[in-house]
């Protein structure tokens, strides 16, 4: 029996198409057997060489500004008073004026020309000053004829007073014309002169 070129034709094909197939296949099976069989030596923490590890944000320090020492309503100031003459020191306390609040050692230096600042902390600001003459100036301040006088707390040729001053009585508060009435002890001409323009002011 003779077969059709036709049908061999046909045949001939088809195992061309089947035996094509089978080789594709064949190449992509090899293909993934080989990429699974390489092991990954790339762990999770490793980077790719074109990236570079992230640095830190820069650290940014915030500078406080330093607490400086004023004077406030709490300061006692401390006045010392060295006397040449026979060499002591008095010193008296006080709180310190109204006037000074706020105010920075710098500005007391700048202030007080005449004074030493010896210190100037915790609440306490000591000032020293430097007299001529004895350490036993003793005066009181009082009153005489209605204005503020100062006496000698201990006579000297017989009189006690030294002084009347144009600052009448009167205009005192209260209170300090009660402590005139029974006399105010003073050591050293310098703390009188001061006590004498507080009054006076």
Not at 92 to 112: H, Q, S, V
Not at 151 to 166: A, M, P, R, S
Request: cysteine-free.
């Amino acid at each position: 029996m003779k077969v059709p070129l036709r049908i061999i034709a046909i045949m001939a094909v088809s195992i061309i198409i089947v035996t094509s197939g089978v080789v594709i296949g064949f190449n992509i099976v090899s293909d993934n057997n080989i990429n699974l069989s390489k092991p990954n030596t790339r762990s999770s923490g490793d980077k790719p060489e074109n990236e570079t590890a992230a640095s830190p944000p820069p650290k940014i320090e915030i500078l406080m500004p330093a607490e400086r020492d004023e004077v406030n309503e709490n300061t006692k100031f401390i006045y010392e008073y060295y006397y040449l003459g026979d060499e002591k020191t008095d010193s008296t306390e006080e709180d310190a004026p109204y006037f000074l609040y706020g105010k920075t050692e710098p500005e007391l230096i700048r202030l007080f020309t005449d004074w030493d600042i010896v210190s100037f902390e915790d609440n306490i600001v000591t000032m020293r000053k430097t007299v001529e003459g004895m350490s036993n100036q003793y005066y009181v301040i009082g009153s005489l004829d209605g204005y503020i006088a100062v006496f000698y707390k201990n006579e000297i040729n017989g009189n006690n007073l030294k002084e009347i001053t144009d600052t009448p009585v009167s205009l005192l508060p209260i209170e300090i014309q009660e402590q005139l009435l029974k006399g105010i002890n003073v050591v050293g001409e310098d703390s009188l002169n001061r006590m004498l323009e507080d009054y006076e002011s």
